[in-house]
C-alpha cells in the first residue's frame, strides 16, 4: 500500500472494491474466528486497520481526513461485498479528488498534504 504509485489513498479506495481474491479469503476468516472468542484475531484485526489508516494519514497529513478514507473504503467493501452496486472507476476518481481538496483546506497555513 505505501509502495503503491498512486499511493495509498489510492490503493486503499480502489482495493476496496475487489471481491473474491486471497486477501478477501483470509480476511473473512480472520473476522469471522474475531467474532468468537479470539481475542488474538480481533487485535491482528485492528492492527491492519491502524496500519492502513497509518499510510493513508502519511499521505495525507491529516489524521482525521485518514480515518474518514478509512471509514470510505469500509463502505465501499460493504457495497461490494454484497453485491450493491458500488462506484465506477470515475466515481472513484472523484471521491479521490474530494480528499485531496480536503486535505489541501485542512493542510497547515502555506503547506500542503504530505
Known sequence: MRTAPEGAT???LRTSTVI???FEVVYLAASRVAQGAS???RAVLDD???AWTA???DELGDPVLARAVS???EGLY????VG??????REIDELLTLVREIATVRAPAGGAPA
Open 55 to 57: 499510510a493513508v494519514q
Open 10 to 12: 489510492d490503493y486503499l
Open 78 to 81: 460493504t457495497l461490494a461485498s
Open 39 to 41: 481475542p488474538r484475531a
Open 84 to 89: 450493491a452496486t458500488g462506484p465506477d472507476d
Open 20 to 22: 473474491g481474491g486471497e
Open 48 to 50: 491492519a486497520q491502524t
Open 71 to 73: 471509514l470510505m473504503g
